[in-house]
């Protein structure tokens, strides 16, 4: 199951080092600015990038427990974080209101 997270709590986490923050914006929209931290998958990268067998599987995933919050469109964000869940991962939440609340979030 994933949950939303807000994004001043989402900040505080990543800032304490307890989560990792993934942008999966698609390209075309990422021109809107990056977030400081974030690593960046490509949507139709998602399986490669969590699948805990895959040898590309994002490098700083410790294991299935690691927090993860999602930034994406915000209509596909509560999706995302499903399909990352149901490889395995016991702390996904997506970022409720997604790039601008955590951008805002981040220079508050």
Known sequence: MADPISAQECAEHRDRGDAIVVDMRPQVVRHQGSLPGA???EPHELLAAFDPS???RIP???DLDTEI???SVSSQAPQIAQRIAALGYTNVH???GGFRALRSATTA
Do not use: G, N, P
Request: proline content about 0%.
């Open 60 to 62: 700083v995933i410790d």
């Open 69 to 71: 919050a999602v930034v």
């Open 39 to 41: 690593v960046v998958v």
């Open 94 to 96: 997506y970022v409720d």
């Open 54 to 56: 895959s040898h590309r």
